[in-house]
């Protein structure tokens, strides 16, 4: 699969997880790492170095940003809900990370 049909991620959030849907993207054929976001700069800012992809400090920005095709959320369970409905209404698709129990 070229880089022209693999659907563009950006992980929400750089935390404990996000890391690991990072390196679950970059080995998948089908997708993309395009991108990661967190509101600490340190945190987007080393995940992004790490993969060689954009940093993003702002949820907004990958939201107006139109070749992101699909967003990791892996922010605190209590954004999950706002952050799907606006990233639906943007137009993206969604990977939601929840602990199961
Ligand atoms: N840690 C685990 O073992 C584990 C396991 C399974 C599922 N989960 C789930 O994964 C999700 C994330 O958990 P975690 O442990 O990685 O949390 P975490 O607190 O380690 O990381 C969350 C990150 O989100 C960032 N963030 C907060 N608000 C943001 C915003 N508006 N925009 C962008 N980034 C923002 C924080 O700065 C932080 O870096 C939770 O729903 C959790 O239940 C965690």
Do not use: W
């Not at 060689?52 to 949820?59: D, E, I, K, V």
């Not at 409905?85 to 137009?91: D, F």
């Amino acid at each position: 699969m070229n880089k022209m049909s693999q659907m563009n991620v950006v992980i929400i959030g750089c935390g404990a997880i996000g890391p690991i849907h990072a390196e679950a993207v970059t080995n998948s054929d089908a997708a993309h790492l395009y991108g990661v976001c967190d509101i600490l700069p340190e945190r987007a800012e080393a995940l992004a170095q790490r993969y060689g992809c954009q940093a993003f400090t702002s949820f907004a920005q990958v939201l107006a940003d139109e070749d992101v095709h699909s967003i990791h959320i892996c922010t605190p369970h209590y954004l999950h809900a706002e952050m799907a409905v606006q990233a639906a209404a943007a137009g993206k698709q969604i990977v939601l990370r929840s602990r199961s129990r």
